[in-house]
């Protein structure tokens, strides 16, 4: 698939637009050391702007969260699980290993990831690499099942293949 200038900017429009839908969704709707509404839309970016794209929304709330008073867990928690879900769609186009990758990729990589970043930047020692699993992977779970959710309601109506075509190009805009 050839990358347009079009499409290349309707990608990077969407990304801006994910990060603030998930700044929004996670400051307005707040769980107390959760963030399910980032794996909501990591799902989403994962299914329509891929891992790199995707990586990048994330990326973007997560210092925009960093930015209101979260600590590096926002950034942390967020990228490992729309990359690999990204990835997963890429081959796949299953959307259950779409969730599979996101609730590894933030549940089991972000959550290893984030010990060592909170031990040098926080001087916070939890002991174990594997502290931070139960609280991520719950998360991630609730997260990414919402956004399984609304892929299969556009699947099923028809307006999923009609906005990637779109969003690559594809379709008439």
Known sequence: MKTTAASATRKMVLTAMLACLAFVLNTCVYFPSM????????VLAAVFLGPWYGCASAFLCGVM????????QAVVGAVFGPVLGGLLWQRSKNIWLVFAGEVAGTGLCGAMA????????YGLDAQSPFYYIPFYTPSAVMGAAMGVAVVLILKRSGVLERMLNQLNGDGPV
């Open 35 to 42: 963030a399910p509404f980032q794996h909501f839309v990591d």
């Open 65 to 72: 969260r960093m930015m209101t008073g979260r600590t590096i």
């Open 114 to 121: 984030a010990y060592p970043l909170m031990k040098w930047f």
